[in-house]
């Protein structure tokens, strides 16, 4: 067994994606890219064992609310990532900047047979706003983020330069109405 390959089962770590990072949404490239360069493998359709909150934010931007017991079970996949692929997930994510926090979750298959329960780690939408945009979402989630939901998306590249993801939060937050009065720039 070479060096790379240890590396890769030493530092694997399963990851739960509910949102854009799913096959077939708009994130879906860097898993891609993971996958092609042995970074990532695909282990299959699951479900959180928990209910929790996932509704949709500015933007179009699904967060998961970390308020087990409340919402839904959520549909989502399964990935198992290198140290090098969590480290890229957690950028697009912005751990750092306070976007979502990498949490513990327990998941479960979706596919026939022998269902199989795994702790994974998944990203969900920062304590410092988490509860408050559960409740601007009237305390109504959803099981799965679809593709009803992914068609309000709003790539990082259509987004407002002056502005962060952190400032359409705020704003969101504080807008009277379900939606947020900040729209891209091709609004």
Not at 64 to 71: Q, T
Not at 161 to 178: A, F, T
Request: aromatic share 10%; charged share 25%; glycine share 10%.
């Amino acid at each position: 067994m070479s060096t790379t390959s240890t590396n890769h089962q030493l530092q694997s770590t399963k990851i739960f994606v509910y949102g854009t990072l799913k096959r077939g949404f708009p994130n879906h490239h860097l898993l891609e890219n993971l996958t092609a360069s042995n970074d990532a493998v695909f282990l299959g359709c699951y479900k959180t064992i928990n209910s929790y909150p996932l509704v949709c934010g500015p933007l179009g931007i699904p967060f998961l609310i970390n308020i087990p017991g409340s919402g839904h079970r959520v549909l989502g996949e399964l990935y198992s990532v290198s140290g090098q692929a969590l480290a890229r997930l957690d950028e697009l994510e912005g751990i750092s900047r306070g976007h979502y926090e990498r949490l513990s979750l327990e998941v479960v298959t979706e596919e026939e047979g022998e269902p199989r329960v795994t702790v994974a780690e998944g990203y969900f939408g920062h304590r410092s706003f988490g509860e408050e945009m559960w409740r601007k979402n009237g305390e109504l989630g959803m099981e799965e983020y679809m593709d009803k939901e992914g068609e309000k998306y709003v790539r990082v590249e259509d987004r407002d330069v002056g502005l962060n993801l952190r400032d359409y939060i705020r704003v969101y937050l504080q807008s009277h109405d379900h939606q947020s009065s900040i729209h891209h720039p091709s609004s």
